[in-house]
């Protein structure tokens, strides 16, 4: 393994090529033979699970339950909301035909031409059409209000330039769908999973985010508002890592969703939906790993820590097996998660460039020498520091620099993004700066017209509008125009 860890490209050298060898060589994801889409191997998808297991612990604690709706979407569906089949036309995958015969010039297999489907389905690409369909059968009176439904699921959105985690043609995710009697309660919805979304990118993944609403360009395709968390990655660049949407009345206008209300009075069914991704693997890696592999916040990380033993002959080892044991046991006591590798099939060496290439935040070692001592040798992948340990009160040791670990990685990516977050007033010095991978706090006039021309003119678009900070007025640094406060700009991913 250490001569594949040369082989990693440096950050500094080439940053994609860096994350795309980290991916595969941490064994997190492979591209699948299907263009554009992704193999999520069991290291990676250990990932997931954590994330998967943590976040729905969450959306519970606000009162949401998990449903499934079907991967197929009457094509007609996506016609009835004008902006949403806009923003999604040029990416959804269609199927028309059900079934396959051979080929009677024995070349395979081809379509059945006689087994057209009466109306073509669309693969997925999220699902609200489906999902506001449904529940006009559900939704009668204000009695049924509100439905507070989460959907852990895959969908498929024709990507054409694709980049494991980051961007593939087929993902996992989940996308929360609530239905509402009240503008305000659909609101404070939106908001609230926004919070949620915060709250666990900074406590579980270490990522520090800020918290805005889109401009109406970026808006997600049919919502009337767009909130999200924008997490900086190393190389400077944005990666949005979360987003939640007030809807309005846009779907259950478009599916004729009525309530009746108190009164008896007829209104239309407020909306929200909110959703994150595999992406999330890919913000994690991103904002946190080195030259030498991954860097996993404890949280998350698959085996918080690993213990490998230094030994000569079989004698020795079951010596080391006996006290490696009681420490297994101790730590796994206290909720750590704990993997010993005392396989003999790989030298240590090559086991300690293995895990440090995996990201495991800590490793323990124990050979002869620390069993006459009563130590172990701790290691941190955050800081590449070793020290030697006593064996007694190893366990409460382990559990406050797992928390220590957790910490100062978090505190080194809000460090990193301060630093490169900067005040521009001048068009001149926007252009300038953007080069060097920062986020711009900038004025802007509100208009897509001055939107476009910094997209088109540097590659940089509005992250999203701040919910907090700085909300001072100014005027916008291309056209000169008011500006109500300052916007981030940043590059993005």
């Not at 935040?361 to 030697?388: F, I």
């Not at 490169?420 to 010095?429: D, H, K, P, S």
Request: proline fraction near 3%; include cysteine; aromatic fraction near 10%.
């Amino acid at each position: 393994m250490a001569k594949e860890l040369k082989e990693l490209t440096s950050r500094s050298q080439d940053y994609s090529q860096w994350y795309l060898d980290l991916v595969l060589k941490a064994d997190l994801a492979e591209n699948s033979a299907v263009r554009g889409c992704m193999v999520i191997k069991p290291y990676g998808y250990a990932i997931w699970e954590k994330m998967q297991r943590q976040l729905d612990d969450m959306f519970k604690e606000t009162g949401h339950m998990n449903a499934y709706f079907p991967l197929f979407i009457p094509k007609s569906f996506l016609s009835k909301e004008a902006d949403h089949v806009e923003g999604f036309a040029k990416e959804c995958a269609v199927v028309t035909h059900y079934r396959l015969k051979n080929d009677p010039d024995g070349k395979g297999v081809i379509v059945d031409p006689d087994a057209k489907l009466e109306e073509e389905l669309i693969v997925r690409p999220t699902s609200e059409t489906i999902i506001w369909n449904t529940y006009r059968n559900w939704i009668q009176s204000y009695r049924d209000l509100p439905i507070l439904v989460n959907q852990w699921a895959n969908v498929v959105r024709w990507e054409m330039r694709t980049r494991l985690f980051l961007r593939t043609a087929e993902f996992l995710w989940q996308e929360g769908h609530t239905a509402h009697a009240t503008k305000e309660e659909a609101v404070e919805e939106a908001e609230k999973m926004l919070n949620v979304y915060a709250q666990f990118a900074e406590e579980y993944m270490a990522v520090p985010v800020i918290k805005g609403v889109k401009s109406a360009s970026e808006r997600f395709a049919g919502a009337v508002d767009t909130y999200t968390i924008e997490a900086m990655m190393q190389d400077g660049k944005a990666l949005q890592s979360g987003t939640s949407h007030f809807l309005g009345q846009n779907f259950a206008k478009a599916f004729d969703v009525k309530f009746a209300d108190k009164e008896g009075k007829m209104d239309y069914v407020w909306a929200t939906s909110w959703g994150v991704s595999t992406r999330l693997i890919g913000a994690l890696i991103m904002a946190h790993s080195d030259d030498n592999g991954l860097v996993l916040p404890p949280k998350l990380a698959p085996f918080q820590v690993v213990i490998v033993p230094i030994y000569k002959g079989a004698e020795q080892l079951a010596l080391i097996n006996e006290k490696v044991d009681g420490i297994v046991k101790s730590l796994k006591a206290l909720g750590i998660s704990v993997k010993y590798d005392n396989a003999d099939n790989r030298k240590p060496g090559w086991k300690f460039s293995e895990y440090e290439l995996k990201g495991v935040p800590v490793r323990l070692a124990m050979g002869a020498r620390d069993m006459e001592n009563n130590t172990v040798e701790v290691a941190r992948r955050d800081t590449l520091t070793k020290e030697t340990v006593s064996c007694d009160g190893l366990d409460m040791y382990i559990k406050n620099l797992l928390d220590d670990i957790q910490a100062n990685i978090y505190k080194k990516a809000f460090d990193f993004r301060a630093k490169q977050t900067i005040t521009v007033e001048t068009y001149e010095e926007f252009k300038e700066k953007i080069e060097e991978g920062v986020f711009i706090l900038a004025h802007w006039d509100g208009t897509a017209e001055t939107e476009e021309k910094v997209k088109a003119e540097t590659k940089a678009t509005i992250r999203c509008i701040p919910l907090e900070g700085d909300k001072t007025p100014g005027k916008c640094m291309v056209t000169g125009k008011p500006s109500a406060q300052r916007v981030i700009f940043a590059r993005a991913y």
